[in-house]
């Protein structure tokens, strides 16, 4: 088997260089023929003008059979031309030269006819004789020899040229595709690949030298896989158990439920993760992530599992910009970051210190950030810290910061440490809009009554605080059976604040909102708001939907502007742009649609008594005054067009309370 050293040795370079040899000399032997062509014409028109000159003396030598004077005249045009054979034959007389013999290794020569050979007569033709020279002496050495090694210094000075091309060419392959491939066979031969790292400037080559120095990891790889596969089978069955068990917790206080309802659900997820080893790529699993109460829920996991270190303090602090913070993201996602981040903290710490989590808003960015007090991180560890593989554990496979990198890096965030006082892992995740049922805040204006459903004492003395300073009377009821032995229905003019899970009962919250019909006046406050079936349960039926952490903090509005909620349907995006930064200035919430199909499709999520306000003109020939009947139909009282035409030039239906201006001020004051 061939080396590929010999192999673009023998086989490419030598190849190319006897072809280009070959080439080269077929190239010098047609030039040489046709140069040696050009000196026999010439030479025979030398020699044909000389014997022009001389003919009369001939003739008259032939006349007077003067040999000798012939002789002469022979021998004058041998001389002159070098010539190798001369003769002259007339009917009387012949006189040549000596025959010349040409050497044998130019026997070619005769192919090209170094001759020659003339009759001439007289004007009279009276006398006349045959004139035959042959030159290929001459041929050869004024003509050939020069042009031999003229050319044999060409070519030497050519394959000078060629070879430094060459030397070059095969250092920059030795450089890029022998050296290394050379030192890839010898580290394979020798087991020896972790510390293989050439370099090369050919994309293969450095596709082979990345590969091959990550051969060893892989292996790792393929190890953990095999152990995660086989701790996902085992773990399965205690979990099936635990699933089983859920519904002999209602007896316990609701704190303890939702923390093992989580951890349950946390152990399913990561157990079905390990089982299918998935790479989190498929945008399809992504969903609206309520960061605060999700931290929250993280938080508290977390003080749970480190219960019995009385000296390790977990904090948080959120901001109240992040109130409203969503992120697209999986929530199992950013939960094994942030608790493997914590884990890392306390382990680092030995357990003693305090660690914080915090959650803020930068512009388009949701900030969250885990400080701890410990001993803080080198440089040199620094550096290394998101690498694949490595770690500062004695057990440690390297995993959990480059899988947090990776993940968090995959929705377009970034994760970064700083080392000091306190060492801080700081993440960034791009925001997106808030769910169109998750309430920014509760408007109580116009509100007669406010009821509150929880089996929870502590959550209905939060309410109780928060909601006395209005002077609304406060109704509260522990379980479903007393709120619906209560009320058959409950009117517009109240609000309702009820939590899913109630103890001790089979009947949920929100199955009680169906039951009073309540869905535009109620809120959904639960502590299971990461489950997708409920969130998604209470969207589908337009049920404004809280987390119960958040009790504490949601604002409360009871100002006739602020909180309140508008509709605006119109097909140019910069009238949305216009109308939401206006209503923010005034604490007026403003949902956009660019056509009255995409409303009607969450129609059902807004108040029969939400202010609608429709562009007369939405495109394509529609008119607003004519497709806001569906609207009407749905049951929709405040409808409005927003035009730049002229009031009086709309002609508007009986459903039409007024025709307005454009902008958001001649709408709403």
């Known amino acids: 088997m061939k080396n590929i050293k010999n192999y673009i040795y023998k086989e490419f370079f030598l190849k190319q260089i006897l072809w280009m040899l070959c080439a080269l000399l077929l190239l010098f032997a047609v030039i040489n023929a046709i140069h040696l062509s050009q000196g026999i014409k010439a030479t025979n028109g030398k020699i044909d003008t000389l014997l022009n000159l001389n003919q009369m003396e001939i003739f008259s030598s032939?006349?007077?059979?003067?040999?000798?004077?012939?002789?002469?005249?022979?021998?004058?045009?041998?001389k002159q031309?070098?010539?190798?054979?001369?003769?002259?034959?007339?009917?009387?007389?012949?006189?040549?030269?000596?025959?010349?013999?040409?050497?044998?290794?130019?026997?070619?020569?005769?192919?090209?006819k170094p001759r020659f050979q003339k009759v001439i007569q007289n004007e009279f033709k009276t006398v006349g004789f045959e004139f035959t020279a042959s030159y290929p002496s001459l041929i050869i050495n004024d003509y050939f020899l020069p042009f031999l090694w003229m050319s044999f210094f060409s070519l030497l000075a050519l394959i000078g040229?060629?070879?430094?091309?060459?030397?070059?060419?095969?250092?920059?392959?030795q450089d890029d595709i022998i050296h290394p491939l050379a030192e890839l066979v010898t580290k394979i031969q020798n087991d020896d690949l972790e510390d293989y790292a050439h370099s090369s400037s050919l994309f293969e080559i450095s596709i082979l030298s990345k590969t091959?120095?990550?051969?060893?990891?892989?292996?790792?790889?393929?190890?953990?896989?095999?152990?995660s596969s086989q701790v996902a089978h085992d773990i399965r069955s205690p979990l099936e158990a635990l699933k089983a068990s859920k519904k002999e917790l209602s007896a316990l206080p609701e704190e303890d439920r939702y923390s093992i309802n989580g951890a349950i659900n946390r152990i399913e997820e990561i157990a079905y993760n390990l089982l299918k080893m998935r790479k989190p790529t498929a945008k399809e699993h992504f969903m609206s992530v309520h960061t605060y109460s999700l931290l929250d829920q993280i938080i508290l996991e977390k003080k749970m599992q480190y219960r019995q270190e009385l000296s390790l303090n977990i904090t948080s602090h959120f901001s109240e910009k992040a109130f409203a913070c969503f992120v697209e993201m999986r929530p199992e996602t950013l939960k094994r970051v942030i608790s493997n981040l914590i884990s890392n903290s306390a382990e680092a710490m030995s357990y003693v210190g305090d660690i914080e989590i915090s959650l803020d808003v930068e512009g388009s960015k949701s900030i969250i950030k885990v400080q701890d007090t410990?001993?803080?991180?080198?440089?040199?560890?620094e550096g290394n810290l998101f690498q694949k593989g490595f770690t500062t554990k004695?057990?440690?496979n390297g995993l959990g910061l480059f899988h947090a990198k990776t993940e968090v890096e995959a929705i377009n965030g970034s994760i970064d440490v700083a080392s000091g006082d306190r060492t801080t892992v700081s993440i960034q995740i791009p925001l997106v809009p808030a769910p169109l049922n998750f309430p920014k805040c509760i408007q109580i204006f116009g509100k007669s009554k406010i009821i509150v459903l929880d089996d929870d004492q502590s959550i209905h003395h939060i309410w109780n605080k928060r909601l006395s300073l209005f002077n609304i009377p406060i109704e509260h009821y522990y379980s479903a059976e007393a709120l619906l032995s209560s009320y058959d229905a409950i009117s517009e003019d109240c609000l309702l604040l009820s939590d899913y899970e109630l103890l001790g009962e089979k009947i949920t919250g929100l199955d009680c909102i169906k039951k009073l019909g309540a869905y535009k006046n109620s809120i959904l406050v639960t502590a299971r708001f990461e489950e997708v079936s409920i969130s998604r349960a209470a969207q589908e039926r337009g049920i404004l939907f809280l987390p119960k952490s958040m009790a504490l903090t949601v604002p409360i509005t009871f100002n006739q502007c602020e909180g309140k909620q508008v509709?605006?349907?119109?097909?140019?995006?910069?009238?949305?742009?216009?109308?939401?930064?206006?209503?923010?200035?005034?604490?007026?919430?403003?949902?956009?649609?660019?056509?009255?199909?995409?409303?009607?499709?969450?129609?059902?999520?807004?108040?029969?008594?939400?202010?609608?306000?429709?562009?007369?003109?939405?495109?394509?020939g529609f008119k607003g005054e004519v497709l806001s009947e569906e609207i009407y139909k749905k049951g929709f009282q405040e409808l409005f067009i927003s035009t730049g035409y002229r009031a009086q030039d709309i002609s508007c239906p009986y459903w039409i309370k007024k025709v307005n201006g454009k902008s958001f001020s001649d709408n709403i004051g």
């Open 81 to 112: 031309y070098m010539l190798d054979y001369v003769s002259i034959k007339s009917r009387d007389i012949t006189i040549e030269t000596a025959k010349y013999e040409l050497p044998f290794f130019y026997f070619w020569i005769d192919a090209f």
């Open 212 to 227: 091959i120095k990550e051969y060893p990891s892989l292996k790792k790889d393929r190890v953990i896989a095999q152990i």
């Open 394 to 396: 004695l057990n440690g």
């Open 62 to 78: 032939l006349v007077l059979k003067d040999s000798e004077a012939l002789d002469e005249h022979l021998d004058l045009l041998k």
């Open 374 to 381: 410990g001993p803080g991180i080198s440089s040199e560890v």
């Open 567 to 620: 509709v605006l349907i119109d097909d140019d995006d910069l009238i949305h742009m216009n109308w939401r930064r206006e209503g923010k200035k005034l604490g007026v919430d403003v949902k956009t649609f660019f056509s009255v199909e995409d409303f009607i499709r969450v129609a059902s999520q807004f108040s029969l008594k939400t202010p609608i306000y429709i562009d007369s003109y939405l495109g394509d």
């Open 161 to 173: 040229v060629i070879y430094l091309f060459f030397k070059k060419q095969i250092k920059t392959i």
